[in-house]
């Protein structure tokens, strides 16, 4: 009942605002304690609980307080336990159906009629989160790079790979010479001479793939600048590049986020490929 009172009243002020959506703060906030990301972390496996629990009873499944419960809320942006279940509500309602439980069940039940909704709700999802995550000085900074250089290199294993050929035949159609290697060979990395003009970007979507690790390590002693793209800005990966261009994370329990992610990685390039196209025509 509280959600048909209060709708109108919020639909166009939640309309106004998509960049203060709820699930992406849930997903994406930071300076939480340990009981705050456990109830984060349930609220998001379990979103529909919300709207039928009193702050009470949401305290009670989570293990923790009413007051846990409503100091969270305030720090998500709404004036109080009873403002985030409202919001929150419409905001799921705008999610497509076959998309609003964790284990997607469209994917289980191969329906390509949900898919029509499903699939560019998925890409517009990895999208904004993307674009929300970029940093602009830090994407000027290698976009400059890339124009400066005699050559890319990318790196990437599995899907990986397959992206960075994709990457680097856009690139090559405008006469810059670009590489894309599958699991990175050691030897060819160790013997290869330093050079200034080859720009890397090494693809980790965990930025904790060894193999890649170990790239970033070799080209980074050998003083060649080296972009990580991943879904961690705080990875092992990132730590031994120069800059870290940040991915939608990809989860292995959610099968759909591997579709996320490569439309995320995609994007990245394809704003660096697009930064290349006026000096090149």
Same mark, same amino acid.
């Given at each position: 009942?509280?959600?048909?009172?209060?709708?109108?009243?919020?639909?166009?002020?939640?309309?106004?605002?998509?960049?203060?959506?709820?699930?992406?703060?849930?997903?994406?906030?930071?300076?939480?304690?340990?009981?705050?990301?456990?109830?984060?972390?349930?609220?998001?496996?379990?979103?529909?609980?919300?709207?039928?629990?009193?702050?009470?009873?949401?305290?009670?499944?989570?293990?923790?307080?009413?007051?846990?419960?409503?100091?969270?809320?305030?720090?998500?942006?709404?004036?109080?336990?009873?403002?985030?279940?409202?919001?929150?509500?419409?905001?799921?309602?705008?999610?497509?159906?076959?998309?609003?439980?964790?284990?997607?069940?469209?994917?289980?039940?191969?329906?390509?009629?949900?898919?029509?909704?499903?699939?560019?709700?998925?890409?517009?999802?990895?999208?904004?989160?993307?674009?929300?995550?970029?940093?602009?000085?830090?994407?000027?900074?290698?976009?400059?790079?890339?124009?400066?250089?005699?050559?890319?290199?990318?790196?990437?294993?599995?899907?990986?790979?397959?992206?960075?050929?994709?990457?680097?035949?856009?690139?090559?159609?405008?006469?810059?010479?670009?590489?894309?290697?599958?699991?990175?060979?050691?030897?060819?990395?160790?013997?290869?001479?330093?050079? $200034?003009?080859?720009?890397?970007? /090494? +693809?980790?979507? *965990? &930025?904790? =793939?060894? !193999?890649?690790?170990?790239?970033?390590?070799?080209? $980074?002693?050998?003083?060649?600048? /080296? +972009?990580?793209? *991943? &879904?961690? =800005?705080? !990875?092992?990966?990132?730590?031994?590049?120069?800059?870290?261009?940040?991915?939608?994370?990809?989860?292995?329990?959610?099968?759909?986020?591997?579709?996320?992610?490569?439309?995320?990685?995609?994007?990245?390039?394809?704003?660096?490929?697009?930064?290349?196209?006026?000096?090149?025509?």
């Amino acid at each position: 009942m509280w959600r048909h009172v209060y709708w109108d009243n919020y639909r166009e002020e939640w309309n106004n605002s998509m960049e203060s959506k709820l699930l992406q703060k849930l997903k994406y906030a930071s300076q939480l304690t340990a009981q705050e990301k456990h109830i984060v972390d349930y609220i998001l496996n379990n979103p529909e609980v919300v709207f039928d629990s009193t702050a009470h009873e949401l305290a009670q499944q989570t293990y923790t307080s009413s007051s846990t419960i409503v100091r969270l809320c305030k720090k998500l942006g709404t004036k109080g336990y009873p403002d985030f279940q409202l919001k929150l509500a419409l905001e799921y309602q705008q999610i497509p159906s076959a998309l609003q439980t964790q284990d997607h069940a469209i994917a289980e039940q191969g329906n390509v009629l949900a898919a029509i909704d499903s699939v560019p709700y998925l890409y517009q999802q990895a999208l904004d989160d993307t674009r929300r995550m970029l940093n602009a000085p830090v994407l000027l900074r290698i976009a400059n790079w890339v124009k400066e250089s005699g050559r890319i290199d990318i790196y990437g294993s599995d899907m990986n790979y397959y992206l960075a050929q994709q990457a680097c035949a856009k690139w090559n159609e405008l006469g810059i010479s670009a590489i894309a290697h599958n699991s990175p060979n050691m030897h060819y990395l160790n013997t290869m001479n330093p050079n $200034s003009l080859t720009l890397s970007f /090494v +693809i980790s979507h *965990t &930025g904790e =793939n060894q !193999s890649m690790i170990e790239a970033a390590k070799v080209l $980074s002693n050998k003083q060649m600048k /080296v +972009i990580a793209v *991943t &879904g961690n =800005n705080h !990875s092992t990966l990132s730590r031994h590049c120069d800059e870290t261009l940040l991915a939608y994370g990809y989860n292995e329990q959610l099968r759909l986020s591997k579709m996320s992610s490569m439309v995320s990685v995609l994007y990245i390039f394809d704003m660096l490929y697009m930064g290349s196209i006026s000096d090149t025509y």
